[in-house]
């Protein structure tokens, strides 16, 4: 035999009894360690002839010992570190109950381990996990901080949970880590620079921003599994920004019992990076268990066998420290590392639904309480949103979120979001209230209106699933004058269509006019009208309304001046339940309302349906009701072939899994071609109520760009019947709007086979231009070439080609294969859940032309962020009827954040350079703010900025993240 064969003979025997397993791993081992040190190699061959010459004894093992013992020096001269955790994961297959009971038993068997082995130390991640042992079993977690403090019980959590990397917005990222360091810190008495490891071993892939996320926190260190399959363990992860993080993916999994793997691959990974110590993760996972004694035992084996590394229990702190210095002999990854599972971009739809509304609810609340704490005085209500925060963040757990996991899980997710929705709602009602309260409507001549029936009036209408779950906007005005205050919690000035609603109004409506503090006339829409709900009637008003960053402004609904009746009327005199149908002449006389009839056969065509504003005019099939037609104002064409419709898919499901994986296509339907597409609304002027009287300007297929566009919000609806489901999509056009959207409500009842189909939903986009795509990521944009398979983006795809792109308000699984955008709406996966989002889906996306991604994103925030409103009082005050708090711009720079600090001290605002270029951020401070500084996002100061007349900028090198304290 020769040298390799005689290994692999030795390997084969480690299993044949105690003697042979203890000489055939030290050979194993110092394979390796002769081939670090290219010597030895006639040592270990003599040994190995000598093993292998008679069968073995404990004498002879001692005699082979004493062949190699020339070696032991340089063996002894490598560690070997074995880091002890317990993989628990959140909700997988199973309830929240049995998570608790998972993570306090598993903590409970390390600690009575630790009891009776002195040396043993163990390793736990996620914040989450620690604040179930704080509420469940307050006497253990003593025991636990005792056991910090020795530092064998090493806390690795510097984030709530093992949360999934790619789908999350970015500051959902940078809340992870800060609430997780704020929570722990206060928790075990430690700085914040202990919680300086991501431990991450099961997530499923990486965003290119992580480094720069991490960095940003101060989180040095990142340990995996998942991802990267290629190349070294050891590398520098590095964003596009340049920040860096030191990071260890796995070579042994993390779910790993002790055997002689740990010590024949210490070598061997040591050379590959020329480091002298290795890691061996170790410890039962997924449903926690963690080592065992017999671990612990093999160990203590192992460490008295004289020809193996130097031994011990470690923690991963020492690990990096000890590995640190030659970090720079480490390979570089400058890309992201997202190419697994990736059914878990599309999987479970109502919990990513879930998920992106209270994301957005969320930062839209922070700004309004900012807002309100800025220009009014307003408590911060940190108590309030950070629990919501807490828990939005558990369910963005890489088994939650993703969606690879049970009923159960998903039903505990969609419970938590309703909580964290309790806690949003009612504290940005409070935030607009206290800046309404401070604006000076006293100006306005409202009605002296005793008996009322309107006040109170709207509760809980916007915050239903169907309604988008959008702020609240009780009815608090009464009598012919209403005032309501719209509210921006983006940095953009706005001005663009917004919808509200007029309750119990003791005016007809089409007798109102809508006025501007100067006394403009604002022109509305009645999207509805003679509504009835909870005992009070309504109508449903669309008007183009401008308010500035972070600001906010007001518009005022009164009698016409003209109009015959100007009498306030209560409600109980029956106008506020039946409108008045007459209205005036230009003299003043009563006419009747103007009728259009429904039957003329003008209405009947096959010509195209067209929607057309200032800015776009989109032509649609009139039998599929595809997009035929895209142009801008200047008259250039997006679309060379019909786009905009829905497509069926049926993936195999011959690899299992189907809630991570995406098979490849078997069957592929255009349903708009394919089904019948019933129109059943179609609206030039908005008025959408079909009943016919004034304002009601009905589309006419077939309609010229010079009669197309001459309403505020144009619709065309239409539904159809597919399987066992039924959709209906929106399509809309307002005034002034450089988005088409598609609003679709999806009654889904498609189901998956397993192992055979998985029936898929897809939106498509066909482009004129083949080429790569531009997608939105955690606090940037990523380009990446043409693939067949779904690739994660936060909100939106874009042509750079074509100058055009895809959106949409809560998926995350968009493709650009083949010259086709697309996005997957739906998935029918079979497990682990067999019946995922059966039921009533809702779901916004919007097709817009943009110059580049960067102004995409702008696009992208405006669907994600509509306008609130807040209905308001007469009385005096202190704030302008117009105005905004803050002013922040930049170009190329994106404001992600406006917040009140954590520390009760100040407002954040959170800044990302979009661009490859140095931008700079903008900021003019706040009546009564003179200081800034420059701060981690932990919200730490690093350095103050210089304010020069009431303003101040930061630079923002290319593709970073900056964090402003502004107090």
Same mark, same amino acid.
């Given at each position: 035999?020769?040298?390799?064969?005689?290994?692999?003979?030795?390997?084969?025997?480690?299993?044949?009894?105690?003697?042979?397993?203890?000489?055939?791993?030290?050979?194993?081992?110092?394979?390796?360690?002769?081939?670090?040190?290219?010597?030895?190699?006639?040592?270990?061959?003599?040994?190995?002839?000598?093993?292998?010459?008679?069968?073995?004894?404990?004498?002879?093992?001692?005699?082979?010992?004493?062949?190699?013992?020339?070696?032991?020096?340089? #063996?002894?001269?490598?560690?070997?570190?074995?880091?002890?955790?317990?993989?628990?994961?959140?909700?997988?297959?199973?309830?929240?109950?049995?998570?608790?009971?998972?993570?306090?038993?598993?903590?409970?068997?390390?600690?009575?381990?630790?009891?009776?082995?002195?040396?043993?130390?163990?390793?736990?991640?996620?914040?989450?996990?620690?604040?179930?042992?704080?509420?469940?079993?307050?006497?253990?977690?003593?025991?636990?901080?005792?056991?910090?403090?020795?530092?064998?019980?090493?806390?690795?959590?510097?984030?709530?949970?093992?949360?999934?990397?790619?789908?999350?917005?970015? $500051?959902?990222?940078?809340?992870?880590?800060?609430?997780?360091?704020?929570?722990?810190?206060?928790?075990?008495?430690?700085?914040?620079?202990?919680?300086?490891?991501?431990?991450?071993?099961?997530?499923?892939?990486?965003?290119?921003?992580?480094?720069?996320?991490?960095?940003?926190?101060?989180?040095?260190?990142?340990?995996?599994?998942?991802?990267?399959?290629?190349?070294?363990?050891?590398?520098?992860?590095? #964003?596009?920004?340049?920040?860096?993080?030191?990071?260890?993916?796995?070579?042994?999994?993390?779910?790993?019992?002790?055997?002689?793997?740990?010590?024949?691959?210490?070598?061997?990974?040591?050379?590959?990076?020329?480091?002298?110590?290795?890691?061996?993760?170790?410890?039962?996972?997924?449903?926690?268990?963690?080592?065992?004694?017999?671990?612990?035992?093999?160990?203590?084996?192992?460490?008295?066998?004289?020809?193996?590394?130097?031994?011990?229990?470690?923690?991963?702190?020492?690990?990096?420290?000890?590995?640190?210095?030659?970090?720079?002999?480490?390979?570089?990854?400058?890309?992201?590392?997202?190419?697994?599972?990736?059914?878990?971009?599309?999987?479970?739809?109502?919990?990513?639904?879930?998920?992106?509304?209270?994301?957005?609810?969320?930062?839209?609340?922070?700004?309004?309480?900012?807002?309100?704490?800025?220009?009014?005085?307003?408590?911060?209500?940190?108590?309030?949103?950070?629990?919501?925060?807490?828990?939005?963040?558990?369910?963005?757990?890489?088994?939650?979120?993703?969606?690879?996991?049970?009923?159960?899980?998903?039903?505990?997710?969609?419970?938590?979001?309703?909580?964290?929705?309790?806690?949003?709602?009612?504290?940005?009602?409070?935030?607009?209230?206290?800046?309404?309260?401070?604006?000076?409507?006293?100006?306005?001549?409202?009605?002296?209106?005793?008996?009322?029936?309107?006040?109170?009036?709207?509760?809980?209408?916007?915050?239903?699933?169907?309604?988008?779950?959008?702020?609240?906007?009780?009815?608090?005005?009464?009598?012919?004058?209403?005032?309501?205050?719209?509210?921006?919690?983006?940095?953009?000035?706005?001005?663009?269509?917004?919808?509200?609603?007029?309750?119990?109004?003791?005016?007809?409506?089409?007798?109102?006019?809508?006025?501007?503090? $100067?006394?403009?006339?604002?022109?509305?829409?009645?999207?509805?009208?003679?509504?009835?709900?909870?005992?009070?009637?309504?109508?449903?008003?669309?008007?183009?309304?401008?308010?500035?960053?972070?600001?906010?402004?007001?518009?005022?609904?009164?009698?016409?001046?003209?109009?015959?009746?100007?009498?306030?009327?209560? #409600?109980?005199?029956?106008?506020?339940?039946?409108?008045?149908?007459?209205?005036?002449?230009?003299?003043?006389?009563?006419?009747?309302?103007?009728?259009?009839?429904?039957?003329?056969?003008?209405?009947?065509?096959?010509?195209?349906?067209?929607?057309?504003?200032?800015?776009?005019?989109?032509?649609?099939?009139?039998?599929?009701?595809?997009?035929?037609?895209?142009?801008?104002?200047?008259?250039?064409?997006?679309?060379?072939?019909?786009?905009?419709?829905?497509?069926?898919?049926?993936?195999?499901?011959?690899?299992?899994?189907?809630?991570?994986?995406?098979?490849?296509?078997?069957?592929?339907?255009?349903?708009?071609?394919?089904?019948?597409?019933?129109?059943?609304?179609?609206?030039?002027?908005?008025?959408?109520?079909?009943?016919?009287?004034?304002?009601?300007?009905?589309?006419?297929?077939?309609?010229? #760009?010079?009669?197309?566009?001459?309403?505020?919000?144009?619709?065309?609806?239409?539904?159809?019947?597919?399987?066992?489901?039924?959709?209906?999509?929106?399509?809309?056009?307002?005034?002034?709007?450089?988005?088409?959207?598609?609003?679709?409500?999806?009654?889904?009842?498609?189901?998956?086979?397993?192992?055979?189909?998985?029936?898929?939903?897809?939106?498509?986009?066909?482009?004129?231009?083949?080429?790569?795509?531009?997608?939105?990521?955690?606090?940037?944009?990523?380009?990446?070439?043409?693939?067949?398979?779904?690739?994660?983006?936060?909100?939106?795809?874009?042509?750079?080609?074509?100058?055009?792109?895809?959106?949409?308000?809560?998926?995350?699984?968009?493709?650009?294969?083949?010259?086709?955008?697309?996005?997957?709406?739906?998935?029918?996966?079979?497990?682990?859940?067999?019946?995922?989002?059966?039921?009533?889906?809702?779901?916004?996306?919007?097709?817009?032309?943009?110059?580049?991604?960067?102004?995409?994103?702008?696009?992208?925030?405006?669907?994600?962020?509509?306008?609130?409103?807040?209905?308001?009082?007469?009385?005096?005050?202190?704030?302008?009827?117009?105005?905004?708090?803050?002013?922040?711009?930049?170009?190329?720079?994106?404001?992600?954040?406006?917040?009140?600090?954590?520390?009760?001290?100040?407002?954040?605002?959170?800044?990302?350079?979009?661009?490859?270029?140095?931008?700079?951020?903008?900021?003019?401070?706040?009546?009564?703010?003179?200081?800034?500084?420059?701060?981690?996002?932990?919200?730490?100061?690093?350095? $103050?900025?210089?304010?020069?007349?009431?303003?101040?900028?930061?630079?923002?090198?290319?593709?970073?993240?900056?964090?402003?304290?502004?107090?």
């Amino acid at each position: 035999m020769n040298y390799t064969d005689k290994l692999m003979k030795l390997a084969s025997l480690r299993y044949s009894g105690e003697d042979y397993g203890r000489i055939c791993t030290e050979i194993c081992f110092l394979d390796g360690v002769a081939k670090g040190c290219g010597r030895f190699r006639d040592v270990i061959e003599e040994a190995a002839d000598y093993v292998l010459s008679a069968p073995i004894t404990k004498e002879r093992v001692e005699n082979a010992e004493r062949i190699l013992s020339p070696m032991a020096k340089e #063996a002894k001269s490598y560690t070997l570190l074995f880091m002890a955790h317990a993989h628990i994961d959140m909700n997988w297959m199973w309830g929240m109950q049995e998570t608790a009971v998972v993570a306090t038993d598993t903590m409970r068997t390390m600690l009575d381990l630790m009891n009776e082995f002195p040396d043993f130390t163990f390793s736990q991640s996620q914040a989450s996990v620690y604040r179930i042992v704080a509420e469940t079993s307050p006497d253990m977690l003593e025991e636990i901080k005792s056991r910090v403090k020795e530092g064998r019980w090493e806390i690795t959590a510097s984030h709530w949970t093992e949360a999934d990397k790619n789908l999350p917005d970015g $500051e959902s990222l940078t809340r992870q880590i800060l609430c997780a360091k704020k929570y722990l810190g206060e928790l075990f008495g430690l700085p914040q620079d202990y919680f300086c490891i991501d431990f991450e071993p099961d997530t499923f892939g990486y965003s290119a921003n992580v480094p720069e996320i991490l960095s940003d926190a101060g989180v040095k260190y990142l340990f995996h599994f998942r991802a990267k399959q290629e190349g070294k363990y050891l590398y520098n992860f590095v #964003a596009p920004s340049g920040k860096r993080v030191l990071a260890l993916r796995s070579f042994s999994g993390y779910s790993n019992r002790v055997d002689d793997r740990a010590v024949i691959s210490t070598a061997e990974f040591c050379n590959m990076h020329g480091v002298k110590v290795c890691p061996f993760v170790y410890g039962v996972g997924d449903h926690g268990g963690g080592p065992s004694r017999v671990d612990i035992r093999r160990i203590l084996k192992y460490r008295t066998y004289p020809l193996l590394p130097t031994i011990r229990f470690g923690t991963w702190h020492e690990f990096f420290t000890m590995v640190e210095p030659s970090r720079e002999k480490f390979e570089t990854v400058c890309t992201e590392q997202e190419e697994l599972f990736t059914g878990c971009y599309t999987s479970q739809a109502g919990i990513k639904h879930g998920n992106s509304v209270c994301e957005a609810r969320l930062n839209e609340t922070e700004a309004l309480t900012a807002m309100a704490h800025i220009c009014a005085g307003g408590d911060n209500r940190q108590s309030v949103l950070e629990p919501a925060w807490q828990d939005l963040l558990f369910c963005q757990f890489h088994d939650i979120l993703p969606g690879s996991c049970v009923k159960m899980s998903r039903d505990y997710a969609m419970g938590k979001y309703q909580d964290i929705l309790t806690r949003v709602f009612p504290t940005a009602n409070y935030a607009m209230r206290k800046i309404a309260a401070g604006i000076d409507t006293s100006g306005i001549p409202f009605d002296d209106v005793d008996c009322s029936l309107s006040e109170g009036a709207g509760v809980g209408w916007y915050q239903s699933q169907c309604m988008g779950f959008r702020m609240p906007a009780p009815e608090r005005g009464r009598g012919s004058y209403r005032i309501f205050h719209f509210f921006n919690t983006t940095q953009y000035d706005r001005e663009e269509l917004s919808e509200f609603m007029v309750w119990d109004y003791n005016v007809g409506i089409y007798d109102a006019e809508l006025v501007t503090p $100067e006394g403009d006339t604002v022109p509305f829409a009645v999207r509805h009208v003679d509504g009835y709900y909870g005992g009070h009637c309504f109508s449903i008003l669309n008007a183009k309304v401008r308010v500035a960053a972070y600001g906010w402004s007001t518009l005022i609904l009164r009698p016409k001046k003209n109009r015959t009746d100007t009498s306030a009327c209560s #409600a109980d005199q029956g106008r506020g339940y039946y409108p008045n149908r007459l209205s005036a002449d230009g003299n003043g006389h009563l006419k009747n309302a103007v009728w259009v009839d429904m039957f003329c056969d003008r209405y009947i065509s096959d010509n195209t349906y067209v929607l057309a504003n200032e800015n776009l005019r989109a032509v649609f099939d009139p039998m599929t009701l595809e997009l035929i037609s895209l142009t801008d104002r200047s008259g250039r064409e997006y679309i060379s072939a019909p786009a905009g419709y829905f497509s069926m898919i049926t993936e195999n499901a011959r690899f299992g899994m189907t809630a991570w994986r995406v098979g490849e296509r078997m069957n592929e339907t255009n349903l708009n071609r394919t089904c019948n597409t019933h129109v059943y609304e179609y609206t030039r002027s908005g008025l959408a109520d079909r009943s016919g009287y004034v304002g009601y300007l009905p589309g006419i297929p077939g309609e010229t #760009a010079e009669t197309a566009g001459t309403g505020l919000c144009e619709r065309l609806c239409y539904d159809m019947r597919f399987g066992s489901s039924s959709l209906k999509c929106e399509i809309g056009l307002d005034s002034g709007a450089e988005t088409l959207t598609y609003r679709i409500t999806v009654n889904w009842n498609e189901k998956g086979e397993g192992g055979y189909s998985v029936p898929q939903l897809s939106f498509m986009l066909p482009l004129p231009e083949r080429g790569e795509s531009v997608c939105d990521i955690p606090y940037g944009l990523i380009t990446r070439e043409e693939r067949n398979q779904d690739i994660p983006a936060t909100t939106f795809i874009y042509s750079p080609a074509n100058r055009l792109g895809l959106m949409s308000d809560c998926k995350h699984g968009f493709r650009n294969s083949h010259g086709i955008l697309s996005v997957t709406l739906l998935r029918g996966s079979a497990d682990p859940d067999p019946s995922p989002d059966i039921g009533d889906n809702y779901i916004a996306l919007g097709i817009a032309p943009a110059n580049d991604a960067v102004a995409m994103k702008r696009l992208s925030d405006l669907l994600c962020h509509p306008v609130c409103y807040s209905s308001g009082t007469s009385h005096k005050g202190f704030l302008p009827l117009c105005g905004n708090v803050i002013e922040a711009e930049g170009d190329g720079v994106r404001f992600t954040v406006l917040k009140c600090a954590e520390d009760g001290c100040g407002v954040i605002l959170r800044a990302v350079n979009l661009t490859d270029e140095t931008r700079t951020a903008d900021i003019r401070l706040p009546v009564g703010f003179a200081a800034a500084y420059l701060s981690d996002s932990l919200e730490n100061r690093i350095s $103050e900025l210089d304010v020069t007349g009431g303003a101040v900028s930061a630079e923002i090198p290319p593709h970073s993240a900056v964090t402003v304290r502004i107090e």
